[in-house]
């Protein structure tokens, strides 16, 4: 019997007639929901685009669609891996694209010819602004991102001191106090602080949010200590599974389990022997494990795992916590006896948005720092992006920060930045830009008189920059001076004298 003729409602049996059937509703699909779509050839030009990607060109600096074809993919999309899928054949169904443009969500998929050979690819946006669509994906990419920052720059402090192999790496402290960027009146206290703890044996607390620099704190102690010859050694108490973290301390006696442990392991105190022991978030530590770290911190030995004999040990300990230790005691969360042991010297490191005037240093440092990791030439940020940025809350501190500024060298490829292009990236990383800390500048300077702003001496530009942060928590504050010491995190004796030098900045409370 003949086959039926074809009809719409018909799905075509053969092989062909289906393939060519799903390739089109598949098409279809994929143009219907994406954002915009794009072919190369073969060798990696740019042939068509469809009408939703259009609307990126001139985000990607293209103010017609003819400028844009026939270009090499590379040279007009920044950050492309659609050369790569060319050459391996291989799709890259989901991956994360950041560039001057935007961060997307784009598919890559190699289109072959009937005999198998790559003859092009397509390129699909799913999303544009995933940090706002598909935030608890972008939130954990983030914090991968910044755990890699954290990495490349632990490598390239060691590259620069000229270290060798891994062990070596963990214990030798990567920072010294001239690494703490900062000469706000809380930044010096804390240093002076720190300075004074490392002149003595005695154990050392540092209280703070996350990304203050509480690690790089107590890695310079270390290197200001007495014990600089010795190991630095850390163990961010958070990261290690609560099952393991005994063994981790006090190490595991030979024979005690089968398998890997067999020969034994020395624990973190052993390892830190005649030096300096960093716990990191030391208020995550489980109650029956603070109990026996409290045991080996009075007795000076320790007990290794399926051990029965005591090992000395000589290490001085800096704890790190951004929970509010007093308040897990009062709780009952946290012994109070290893929380008296661990108090001896306090100190608090505040948080960025308490020191807004460290900001210009502190991009100088963090562009500087990212120059030499990664040879990526910074842009200038001009000083109404400053300003901005010492408007923010900040709540990743300075991690947050060199995060941001990344990002702005990454997306843009304008030598100088303004307080607009800024509150891009900002909304683009997910921080919803707060007011700058001064008002934002009026039209006029051009690019000859915004430099000439920023060569005056810089003493001169911080005055004006503290000048606009006491302005701006005053107004915010409605002239309550003890609340805007407290939000610039400054002395009442301090605003006094700046609001004597200053009459202009009085606000009637
Ligand atoms: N004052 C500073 N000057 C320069 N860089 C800083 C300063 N403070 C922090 N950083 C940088 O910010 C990042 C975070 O600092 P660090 O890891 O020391 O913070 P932390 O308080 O220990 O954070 P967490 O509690 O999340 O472990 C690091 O890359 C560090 O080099």
Redesign the pocket.
Known sequence: MPAPPPSAATLPLDAQGIHALAARSMFELFSSVSQGMFLIDRAGRVVWVNEGYQRFLPALGFASLDEFLGRMVEDVIPGTRMRRVLESGKPELIDLLTNKAGTFVVSRIPLRSEGGEVMGAIGMVFFDHPETTLRPLISKFAQLQREL??AR?ALAAQRLAGRGGTGERQRRAR?TFA????SSPA?AEVKRQARRAAQSASPVL?L??????????AHAIHAASARADGPFVSV?IAAVPETLLEAEFFGVAPGAYTGADRRGREGRFRLADGGTLFL??IGDMPLHVQAKLLRALQEGEIEPLGSNRLLPFDVRVVA?T?RDLHAMVQAGQFREDLFYRLHVLPIR?PPLRERPG?IPA?VE??YEDLLLRSGVEPPELLPDALALLAGQSWRG???EL?NVLEQVAMRSDSPRIGAAQLAQVLRETGVEPAAPLAPAPRPGPGRQDEEALLLRPLAEQVAELEHRAIGAALRRHGGNRLATARALGISRAKLYARLAENPDLQVDN
């Open positions: 920052d954290d720059q920072y690494s703490f960027i900062g930044a540092l703070g949010e996350t990304g203050t620099g509480k690690e790089l704190l961010n990191d978030e790190a951004s490191v460290d502190l440092a963090l501190n300075i991690r060199r």
